[in-house]
Every structure is written in C-alpha cells, then in structure tokens.
C-alpha cells in the first residue's frame, strides 16, 4: 500500500492471535509509533525525567494504560538507589510504590501482564488499580508525583482532573502533563495540519481498521486548549510555579506545576 504499512498490519495480525487484551494493546503500541514515528518513546523518558523520581516515592501515573510511564519512573528510580548504594536493594527503594490509574480495565490488564514479563511481577511496589481521573480513590496529601501522557484530553471535565491532581499530592508534589498540543510554527504548521488530517486517518484505518476513532483523535487535539490556556487552567486548579515546555514545535507538549 502507499505507505507501506501493510507489512507492519500483516505481521501485526499474526502477532494478534488470541487474546483481545493484547491485540487491543498491540495496535494501540503499533499506532503509537507510527504516528510519532517512534518519538512518544523519547516524549515519554523526558517526562519521566522531569518528574526526578526518587527511591521512596509515591507516584500516581493517571491514564497509565499499558504502564509505560509507570515502568520508566520504576527503572529511574532503580538506576538511583542502584548508584546511590553501590547495587544492593536499599530499605527506601522498598517504600517506594507507583500506583498505575486507568479507566479501562483491559488496558490495565495488559500493564499486569507486560509488568510480569518484565519480571516486575514480584515487586510490590507497582499497583494497577481502575478509576477515573475525575474521581481519583486515592487519599489527600498521599503522592509525591503525579503524571499523566496522552490522557487528559480524553477526560470530560479537564478541571476535575486537575482538581483531583492537586488534592491527591503532598505539599511539594509535582504534577506532569504530556499531551499532544497546538503548533504554532508557520510551514510546519501546514505540514502537520496535512499529515494529522489526512495521514493519521488513512494509517488508522490501515493499521487499526478503525478510521473514526483516529478521526476523533485529531479532532480532539484541536479542541483541547492551547499551552497558554492549559498552563492557566492548571495554575487555576491552585498550581504553581506552572511552566511548559513544547516539543516538535508543540506537537507535543509537557506541563508541569508544583503544589506549595
Ligand atoms: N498513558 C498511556 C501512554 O501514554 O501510552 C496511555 C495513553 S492512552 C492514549 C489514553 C488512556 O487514557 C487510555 O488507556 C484510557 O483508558 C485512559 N482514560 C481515558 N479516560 C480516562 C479517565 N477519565 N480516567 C482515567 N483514564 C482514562
């Protein structure tokens, strides 16, 4: 086909067989990097990078899916305490617990079983619980970080979340944001308002067999508030120090504020 993908789908559906968790995960993973080509991987490690984890931490990964956020803030923090005691586990290491939130059970379940195969499976300190972000189970003042990627433009009420952001986090907490955002760079605007309107549809429907959704996605990057207006909802929501950083032009782009 055009865009040479057929490849990828064939060898996707062989890898399809059999459990429609996986699948469902699978071409979600698929379309993932093909539609940043293989950048949300980078997107992700910086914003995990920007979070600092620390052994002992208490973090919650909202909209965590598949856990890939939640993996890399368990290797940082890892490859910290590793450095910091010469490779031996260390008590703190052992308090350390991130709380994977999803609204979506299969998804979730996914995250469990890539945790296991990932030998993650003993640690206890990886927990996937489901729940809305608009309605967090988890206690005021109980976490140290507080991330979500690619997750709060699908939330109903963006204030909510940030409100539930805010009251889940000790004083000192950080909140990330990672989410595909407004460019604002002339021609590269016009090249990724050609590639999101007509290449992310076409690649949806070839790679995924799911046109609309894809449709859906695009649409509702350009209705999700641009840098400045998110920065603002997120400093209304009682956040400070409220800063962001646009990556590709604002393809993406990281927000991220502290609760003094
Ligand atoms: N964070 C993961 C990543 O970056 O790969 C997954 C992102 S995926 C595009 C969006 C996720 O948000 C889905 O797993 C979906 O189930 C979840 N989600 C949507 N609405 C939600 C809500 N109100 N509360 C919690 N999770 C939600």
Known sequence: TSFGYKQVREEEKSKLVGNVFSSVASSYD???DLM???????WKDRLVSK???FPGMKHLDVAGGTG????RVLDSIKSVSRRAVGGAISDIEEDTHIYVCDINPNMLNVGKKRASERGYNEEKCLSWIQGDAEALSF???SMDGYTIAFGIRNVTHIEKALAEAYRVLKRGGRFLCLELS???VPLFKQIYDVYSFSVIPAVGELVAGDRQSYQY???SIRRFPNQENF??????AGFERVEYENLVGGVVAIHSGLKL
Not at 36 to 42: E, F, M, T, W
Not at 231 to 236: G, H, K, R, V
């Open 30 to 32: 698929v379309m993932n």
């Open 36 to 42: 940043s080509a293989g950048l949300h991987r980078l």
């Open 51 to 53: 979070l600092s984890p």
């Open 68 to 71: 890939d956020v939640a993996f």
């Open 139 to 141: 206690e005021d003042g």
């Open 182 to 184: 407004h460019v604002d």
């Open 217 to 219: 996605l695009v649409e």
């Open 231 to 236: 920065a603002q909802m997120i400093q209304e």
